[in-house]
């Protein structure tokens, strides 16, 4: 499953930078269709997305930027939801090349939302799609509630939080923390 899911983000990667011509991904991966976001949070797997599975390992200076008292992120760092389409673009680019910049930082970002099964947990996903609409990349986030009020997948979401990378046996990935959803 790991190699499936390195296999999904390297493709999401890759069409984001390769100006491909499919609509933005706005559903749920084909393991989850048909299920609500609350059926898959309560199949029993007593995951939910807020643990990485024991062979993952945080990054240094994962803490969040405001302490980690608050979750009010009353200062965001980098606002893409502020920026043109071209800038979102471009800066989430920079972010997936280099994450160690960006480390710590609150982010706010706006986007569809999606989820997908793998490694005994839930991945989810804010996907957002590039200037001209047909290219899109995911950023995975971690809700501060545990998930409890997520939409549909599809449907539009603002996610602010603090970045941090993570690593499992070979690949470091990138998501936001503690993440607000609206």
Known sequence: MKKALAVLLAALMLAAFSGCGEK???GSGSSSQGK????????????????????????????????????NYDRVDIDLTAMSATMVYSEVYNMISTPEEYQGRIVRMKGAF???EGDNRVFFTCVIADATACCSTGIEFE???GGAKLP??????????????????????CKVIDAIVN
């Open 143 to 145: 809700p501060a509630d």
């Open 114 to 116: 999606s989820y997908e």
């Open 24 to 26: 933005p991904v706005s």
């Open 36 to 71: 609500t976001v609350n059926d898959v949070l309560n199949e029993g797997t007593g995951q939910t997305g807020q643990t990485p599975p024991a062979s993952v390992k945080p990054e240094s200076g994962a803490k969040p930027a405001n302490g980690g008292s608050e979750k």
């Open 152 to 173: 549909e997948p599809g449907e539009e979401i603002t996610v602010t939080g603090v970045f941090h990378t993570y690593t499992d046996e070979k690949y470091r990935y």
